[in-house]
C-alpha cells in the first residue's frame, strides 16, 4: 500500500519527541503525493495520549503498543512490536529518527525484512528513477537525500526493488509544523498478547540513568557561531562572552571542529546539526554549501567576514566586513553599554 510509517519516539516524560513529530510533517507531504495514508508507531507504557499529540501533524492511524515491557526502549521488543505491525501494514516507506534508538532498530528491521536503509538523511523527495543498468523505469520513489564522502558530496539513494524503502532522518532537518489542528486520526491497539514472543524479555532494566546533555543548541533562539577564521580556541572565547550576553548558545563549522577550537555538539551543517535560530551571527565563516545547509532557514543572519566575496555574504541580511578580533569586542562592548 502506498502508505508511509512513522516509527515514533518518547520522551521521558511520555510525551513525542520533537524528532519524530519532524518527520510526521514531512510524511505526511509524502503521503498526500502519494495518495496514501500517514501511519505513527508509538510503543511503551501508558502511552495512548501520547499517541493523540500526533494527529494535529497529519497522522492518519497510530498503532499503540501499550505494556509495561516497552516502558524504557529495549531493541528486542520493540523489533518484534514494529516488524510485526510492518508486516502485517505493508508500508511503502517507513521512517525512523537517526537517533541512538532509530540507529539501533532500522538497521535490524532493515535486515529482517530483506530491503534497503539510507542513514542520516538530510532531505526526503519523491520522484522518478531510471535504471541504466536494467532500462527499466520507476515513478514516484523514495529519493534518500544525504551527504556522503565526509559531507563533501550530496548522494541521492533510492530502493527500486525491495519494500519498504527505508531511511533515518537527521534531527532538525525537518520542519515540524501542525498540519490540522482539528484532525483526527484513529488509535488502533497492538495486540499486546501476541505480540511479544519469550526471549523479547531476555533482557530485564535494573535501573536507567539518563545525563542530559550540557550542549543544546537545536533549540536556541539566538547562535553566535565561529569558523576556522576565528584563528584559535582562545578567540572562540569572544563568542561565548557575546552569546552570554544575549541569551544565545555558541556554534561552529566543521573546520573549527577539526581544529579544537570547539566541542562536537556545537558543529552546525549536514554533518552537524541542523538549526533554525531568530539570530544566527556567522563570525569568520566563510560559508561552505555543507555549513549552509544546517543554518540558511535562520531568521536574520549577520556575517563578520574579512572576505566581500565570502559565500556566507550572499545569504547574511547583515554583512560586517572586518575581523572578528576587532569587531567582537566592539560589539561586546555595545551589548554592555545597552544592559548597563
Same mark, same amino acid.
Given at each position: 500500500?502506498?502508505?508511509?510509517?512513522?516509527?515514533?519516539?518518547?520522551?521521558?516524560?511520555? &510525551? +513525542?519527541?520533537?524528532?519524530?513529530?519532524?518527520?510526521? /510533517?514531512?510524511?505526511?507531504?509524502?503521503?498526500?503525493? *502519494?495518495?496514501?495514508?500517514?501511519?505513527?508507531?508509538?510503543?511503551?507504557?501508558?502511552?495512548?495520549?501520547?499517541?493523540?499529540?500526533?494527529?494535529?501533524?497529519?497522522?492518519?492511524?497510530?498503532?499503540?503498543?501499550?505494556?509495561?515491557?516497552?516502558?524504557?526502549?529495549?531493541?528486542?521488543?520493540?523489533?518484534?512490536?514494529?516488524?510485526?505491525? !510492518?508486516?502485517?501494514?505493508?508500508?511503502?516507506?517507513?521512517?525512523?529518527?537517526?537517533?541512538?534508538?532509530?540507529?539501533?532498530?532500522?538497521?535490524?528491521?532493515?535486515?529482517?525484512?530483506?530491503?534497503?536503509?539510507?542513514?542520516?538523511?538530510?532531505?526526503?523527495?519523491?520522484?522518478?528513477?531510471?535504471?541504466?543498468? %536494467?532500462?527499466? &523505469?520507476?515513478?514516484?520513489?523514495?529519493?534518500?537525500?544525504?551527504?556522503?564522502?565526509?559531507?563533501?558530496?550530496?548522494?541521492?539513494?533510492?530502493?527500486?526493488?525491495?519494500?519498504?524503502? *527505508?531511511?533515518?532522518?537527521?534531527?532538525?532537518? *525537518?520542519? @515540524?509544523?501542525?498540519?490540522?489542528?482539528? &484532525? @483526527?486520526? /484513529?488509535? %488502533?491497539? #497492538?495486540? *499486546?498478547?501476541?505480540?511479544?514472543?519469550?526471549?523479547?524479555?531476555?533482557?530485564?532494566?535494573?535501573?536507567?540513568?539518563?545525563?542530559?546533555?550540557? !550542549?543544546?543548541?537545536?533549540?536556541?533562539?539566538?547562535?553566535?557561531?565561529?569558523?576556522?577564521?576565528?584563528? $584559535? @580556541?582562545?578567540?572562540?572565547?569572544?563568542? &561565548? @562572552?557575546?552569546?552570554?550576553?544575549?541569551?544565545?548558545?555558541?556554534?561552529?563549522?566543521?573546520?573549527?571542529?577539526?581544529?579544537?577550537?570547539?566541542?562536537?555538539?556545537?558543529?552546525?551543517?549536514?554533518?552537524?546539526?541542523? #538549526?533554525?535560530?531568530?539570530?544566527?551571527?556567522?563570525?569568520?565563516?566563510?560559508?561552505?554549501?555543507?555549513?549552509?545547509?544546517?543554518?540558511?532557514? $535562520?531568521?536574520?543572519? +549577520?556575517?563578520?567576514?574579512?572576505?566581500?566575496?565570502?559565500?556566507?555574504?550572499?545569504?547574511?541580511?547583515? %554583512?560586517? +566586513?572586518?575581523? #572578528? /578580533?576587532?569587531?567582537?569586542?566592539?560589539?561586546?562592548? $555595545?551589548?554592555?553599554?545597552?544592559?548597563?
Amino acid at each position: 500500500m502506498n502508505n508511509v510509517l512513522v516509527y515514533c519516539e518518547l520522551t521521558r516524560s511520555n &510525551h +513525542i519527541a520533537d524528532v519524530s513529530l519532524e518527520i510526521c /510533517t514531512k510524511g505526511r507531504q509524502l503521503a498526500t503525493e *502519494m495518495h496514501g495514508k500517514l501511519q505513527a508507531v508509538v510503543a511503551g507504557n501508558n502511552v495512548e495520549q501520547a499517541a493523540k499529540e500526533l494527529f494535529p501533524y497529519g497522522v492518519d492511524e497510530v498503532f499503540v503498543a501499550n505494556d509495561s515491557r516497552l516502558a524504557s526502549y529495549r531493541t528486542l521488543p520493540h523489533f518484534t512490536v514494529l516488524s510485526k505491525v !510492518i508486516e502485517q501494514q505493508q508500508p511503502d516507506v517507513v521512517l525512523f529518527g537517526a537517533t541512538t534508538v532509530g540507529r539501533d532498530l532500522a538497521p535490524r528491521i532493515s535486515s529482517y525484512l530483506r530491503c534497503g536503509l539510507t542513514a542520516d538523511c538530510t532531505a526526503l523527495e519523491l520522484g522518478p528513477h531510471d535504471d541504466v543498468k %536494467t532500462g527499466k &523505469h520507476y515513478e514516484q520513489l523514495l529519493h534518500q537525500i544525504r551527504p556522503a564522502f565526509g559531507g563533501n558530496i550530496i548522494a541521492t539513494i533510492v530502493s527500486p526493488e525491495t519494500r519498504p524503502q *527505508m531511511a533515518t532522518i537527521r534531527e532538525g532537518v *525537518m520542519k @515540524k509544523e501542525v498540519f490540522d489542528a482539528n &484532525h @483526527k486520526g /484513529t488509535l %488502533t491497539p #497492538v495486540d *499486546m498478547g501476541n505480540a511479544l514472543d519469550a526471549v523479547d524479555g531476555a533482557v530485564t532494566i535494573l535501573h536507567s540513568d539518563i545525563v542530559e546533555k550540557n !550542549i543544546n543548541i537545536k533549540g536556541a533562539p539566538i547562535i553566535v557561531a565561529g569558523g576556522y577564521g576565528m584563528g $584559535s @580556541k582562545e578567540n572562540f572565547q569572544l563568542l &561565548h @562572552k557575546l552569546a552570554h550576553q544575549l541569551g544565545g548558545e555558541v556554534g561552529a563549522t566543521r573546520a573549527a571542529v577539526d581544529a579544537g577550537f570547539a566541542e562536537n555538539d556545537r558543529q552546525i551543517g549536514q554533518t552537524g546539526v541542523t #538549526v533554525r535560530p531568530r539570530l544566527y551571527i556567522a563570525c569568520g565563516i566563510s560559508g561552505a554549501v555543507q555549513h549552509r545547509a544546517g543554518m540558511d532557514q $535562520s531568521s536574520k543572519i +549577520i556575517s563578520i567576514n574579512t572576505d566581500p566575496q565570502a559565500p556566507i555574504n550572499a545569504i547574511a541580511d547583515y %554583512t560586517i +566586513i572586518g575581523d #572578528v /578580533t576587532t569587531v567582537l569586542p566592539m560589539l561586546i562592548d $555595545s551589548c554592555n553599554n545597552i544592559l548597563k
